[in-house]
């Protein structure tokens, strides 16, 4: 009887054993996914503070108005260069009836 109790002790023991390797090995194997997350998302919030300063670099308006100019071939707006255009009468009437219609609600 003593020895099949001592024969089950020792089962115990070694199980235990084994079960506290395993949970320290699996402990130590999450502690360093952990440390490359996170020095991946250090990486990646330092990449995304380099493309923001690089947009805010981008965006400035001297620039956008630099990159209108030369690809756009667009130009400030001057009284010299300013097309006026007036409504033909046609238009004019077609306007003034949409407008009056409007104000009434839509009912003829």
């Not at 003593?2 to 199980?15: D, P």
């Not at 923001?52 to 965006?59: G, I, S, V, Y």
């Amino acid at each position: 009887m003593m020895l099949r109790l001592n024969i089950l002790l020792v089962a115990v023991l070694l199980g235990s054993c084994v079960w506290l390797i395993r949970s320290s090995h699996e402990s130590r194997r999450l502690v360093y996914e952990l440390e490359k997350s996170q020095s991946a998302a250090r990486e990646l919030q330092i990449e995304f503070e380099r493309l923001e300063l690089d947009k805010r670099a981008q965006a400035t308006p001297l620039r956008v108005e630099k990159l209108a100019r030369e690809k756009l071939r667009m130009f400030g707006n001057n009284p010299g260069v300013t097309h006026y255009v007036a409504a033909s009468a046609g238009v004019a009437s077609a306007a003034g009836a949409a407008s009056a219609e409007g104000a009434s609600g839509g009912r003829p």
